[in-house]
């Protein structure tokens, strides 16, 4: 009775929140609106605790705490007691904290040096202007209508500490990647063991694209976390199947489903999976009557609502099921383009073989395909050489008799499907959030079941096998983590990436002079280049950063087909004839520094003027 009280209170908190938000056109309410949303979806997750949890939330219990507390401490020394308490904390826990914490804070502030993509609208602009209260509804959705507002609301939180800085969303993404890793851990640990849990955690963070995505874009990384979460709880929740967990689960889901449209694949997927174990193992069993059944899917949707909150007020279809990145609709631009001459089953056979292609290579992106789009470095999620050790780990997870395995088998193959191969963009890494979790634990199935493998073998062969396993290890998984930070492949911006990569550490460095010499004090700011740079500071994601760290200043551009590429002017005024100006010289790499200059090289000059 007490989970079913629970239940209640979040409905009617949920209803209270859909109410005031639709008496409220002008958003005066939507912090409590929020708050009373957030407090409901939180007494959701409640009942995913172990029912023997609910049984102690008793008024007596609460009442004797003082008195156990003192009863306690009487027949018990101090010493005793922390030598106890140092028994039972997991201290390979703690050393996973720590090391993942040094390595994703490791220059955070200089490593990407700049902030050009997307990280910093969805993560710093979108939370600036929540806080500013630019943007009023917190409800609606981000840019390209691809996640929920509810992202930047949590780096708004890192607003009001950093400001108009890099580490309110580098910070943003770090606390989630951070959380991410000690659930994975857990997870590892409650499935395998603490060695295991340990291991599994080390490969993710071999993973390039997940070391970029935690120090960068809080929107991917945020996906990464969901993907963890729901394969935890869903893990848990197949042992006992209840029906009040799967409920509590239901919320999660619709909770997840604000946010990136990669999310949302797993969180469709996993309901219909989840929600159909359970109906068709209580119909094979015949515990519940047909009614109960019905009713009780009636309670999960509405669960799911709950977790979805408001937002509903602003999902059109559309968006729900993110038409604008689906394959049928590049498929129907290219059919407009090509003569209408095919046959509907000529252009169904094609689109079928296209699609089979497509997840072919989405398949591949595991340990051979490269990804494309925000992350520069070019390279598959895990070293090909990990191609043995991911095809072992599937076959551990077909062949072992926890049958739980086959969800690690399902996402295993279902991700390459919705999030690239049913896509416009084949192997886009910024929506492979869910893959690097999955990819991690696979590889580190068939590491554990090859070494497990090796102790039937004589004692001198099992000493070469475990041996060489942990040299591929290290060798491997070791120069995919070294490369991130001695290549550099994060220095490279998503929209540089030919012999302009300069461009992205000049403009950078400018806004630095800019705040240094003080320039944004007269409210605006007179960039002079030639049409190569210019074209580059006209872009969006440029008038972005300047609306982010300069808020409230105007620029304007002049081109001069006279400058070189590697040279900047600043200055106030944009009327002076340029000549006429007196312009100071400022060079940031003179002398090369790591992260904070071109790794090409490429040298440029400042030039700016003061008033």
Known sequence: MRRIGIMYIAAVLYLASMFLYKIDPEFHLRWIVFAYWIVSVLLMVLLLLPTSWFSRLRWK??????????????????????????????????????LFSAVGLFAITVYPYHTIGDELRDGGLNAMQLVTGEIKNIFAWGRYESHGLIIPTYSALFYLIFKNSPLTFKLAAFSIALVGVATLYIWGRRSHSRGFAALLVAILCSIPHFLYYARTEVVVIFSTFWMIFILFIAWEWLKKREWQSFVAICAVLGFAAGFHGSTRTIVLFTGLLLGGIFIVSELMAKKTALWRLCLFVIVAAFAFMLGFGPRLFNTT??????????????????????????TLQEKITTSVVSLGEKYKKSLMVYVYEPTTTHFAGKVSILPFAAIITVVVGIYACLVNKDRRYLLIVFYFFLIPLTNSALTEVTNGDHRYGPIYPIAAIVATIGIAFLFKEAEKLSAKRKLFTQGGLIFFVILFHGWSFLSFFVTQPASVSMFRLDSRVYQDFMFTDSLALISEQRLDRYGKVCFTTNKRNADFLDKMHIKEQVQYYLPGVKYQIVTNPDLDDHSLYISTDCDTPFEEVVWEERRFCEQKTWFTCPPDGSQYVLYYSVP
């Open 317 to 342: 279809p559309e968006i729900a099921v993110m038409s604008r990145s689906l394959f049928t609709k590049e498929v129907e631009n290219k059919a407009e383009r090509e003569e209408k001459t095919l």
């Open 61 to 98: 219990n609460f009442t004797t705490f003082p008195a156990r507390i003192t009863s306690t401490f009487r027949n018990i020394s101090l010493r005793s007691l922390i030598s106890q308490t140092f028994a039972q904390i997991d201290w390979v826990f703690i050393v996973v904290v720590v």
